[in-house]
């Protein structure tokens, strides 16, 4: 286990027989919904984003810059399949990672996908609190998340299931979530 999973002890942990893969743009909650969901379900949770840090010893942004998004993407392909080979946990995936056929193929029947959905006013107030994301530092933030809603939203509609995180109100999210798990016998 690597420093950036977190297990969350959890006395009466349910058994998940797939990971639980988190999807969506940048400011969808996926780290956030994603650790909790992990905590309520009692397995490790794991943002790839962190794990592509550690493994590169470098910062998204320093990734992008020195070396450029091609290995960035890389480098993502590369730590999910990892992921999805290892024991059912709950996985944050940045944003552009479900758009690469690899990795919506290594998730298909490994996993189960959940795209994390949220209006363009959620998406920019969210992603306005940080500077740390490189595609949106390259011109103006609520063109750039328009372009890539029109781009990424057909794909992310692939997803096994679609969960609306809006309100801000993480506990009813995961616990709509938990419900959906149920209904598919996936808990
Ligand atoms: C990206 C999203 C980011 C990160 C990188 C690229 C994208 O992750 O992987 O900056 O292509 O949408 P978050 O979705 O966690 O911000």
Known sequence: ???????????????????????GLMGAGKTTIGRRL????????VDSDNEIVEA???????????YGEAIFRDLEK????????EEPMVIATGGGAFMNADIRAGISGK???????????????????RNNRPLLATGDKRAILERLIQE??????????????????????VEHIMELLRQRQAL
């Open 1 to 23: 286990m690597t420093n950036n999973s977190t297990f969350q002890e959890n006395r009466n942990p349910l058994p998940l027989a797939r990971s639980l893969v988190l999807v």
């Open 38 to 45: 992990a905590s309520e379900i009692g397995v490790r949770f």
């Open 56 to 66: 590169a010893a470098c910062s998204i942004p320093d990734i992008f810059e020195v």
């Open 78 to 85: 590369r730590v999910l399949l990892r992921l999805l080979g």
């Open 111 to 129: 996993a189960l996908s959940i795209w994390l959905r949220a209006d363009i006013e959620v998406l920019l107030d969210r992603v306005s609190r």
């Open 152 to 173: 990424r939203d057909p794909v992310y509609a692939l997803a096994d299931m679609v969960v609306d995180n809006n309100l801000g109100h993480h506990e009813k999210v």
